[in-house]
């Protein structure tokens, strides 16, 4: 089992730059997730998508932030255009609706703007 | 209030000691609790499932109090490995399911 599989682990760049994370779920996983984390406020839920759905994005903060989910085994979350405030720990998690299911996360994309 | 609260300590306990921490939540509808385990700049890890009637994972023991509406999580015989912070997570089932994350509750384990 791969687990979650986020990419890139790190990203450095300038503000007013374009910024893509990508995510791979587990394989049979239906459910997915974007978290950001900072000290100040937390883990986050911006979005989380079902069968490739978007059901809940009122947790993506603005505009500049969109998230898609074109398949069952790829999901991307882009900032455009990125802002220093934006720095953080970016989480991707998924899981398989039942009974008592947990999310099982990635390892995190840490996104620092300057 | 938040919806979901937890002391954020930390805690400072000696090697072999018992230690327990609440997280209430506010959302009487609420149906499905966890406690997740973040090591320092690493991604939450499911710790375990909290039912109804309590469960017991070798040296942790999870408990739901739904009359009082908090979850707690009793650590015996403390290892320095369980240093970490602590999140509870409360999930409600509905057309939009929402899952809160607590702040965590961090937790340092002396020698």
């Known amino acids: 089992d791969a687990g979650v ?50 059901i809940d994005d009122s947790g993506m903060p603005e505009d500049r932030f969109s998230a898609k989910m074109p398949n069952a085994s790829f999901s991307t979350l882009k900032i455009q255009p990125s802002e220093p405030r934006d720095s953080a720990v970016y989480f991707c998690a998924s899981s398989s609706q039942g009974k008592d299911y947990g999310y099982t996360f990635g390892s995190g994309t840490r996104l620092t703007v300057v | 209030r938040k919806e979901v609260e937890q002391d954020p300590g930390p805690f400072n306990v000696p090697e072999g000691a018992t230690v327990a921490f609440n997280c209430t939540y506010s959302n009487s509808a609420s149906q499905s609790f966890f406690w997740y385990r973040q090591d320092c700049r690493k991604e939450p890890k499911l710790l375990m499932s909290v039912y109804s009637s309590g469960n017991e994972d070798g040296r942790f023991t999870a408990q739901l109090n739904r009359a009082s509406q908090y979850i707690s999580l009793l650590i015996r015989d403390s290892k320095l490995s369980d240093s970490a912070t602590y999140l509870c997570v409360v999930t409600t089932r509905s057309s939009a399911s929402k899952i809160i994350f607590g702040s965590g509750t961090r937790l340092s384990i002396r020698p």
């Open chain 1, 5 to 54: 599989i986020q990419s890139p682990r790190h990203e450095v760049t300038e503000m007013g730059q374009e910024v893509t994370l990508r995510c791979k779920p587990i394989s049979g996983h239906n459910s997915l997730f974007w978290y950001r984390q900072t000290m100040m406020r937390g883990l986050e839920l911006l979005i989380y998508f079902n069968n490739n759905v978007p």
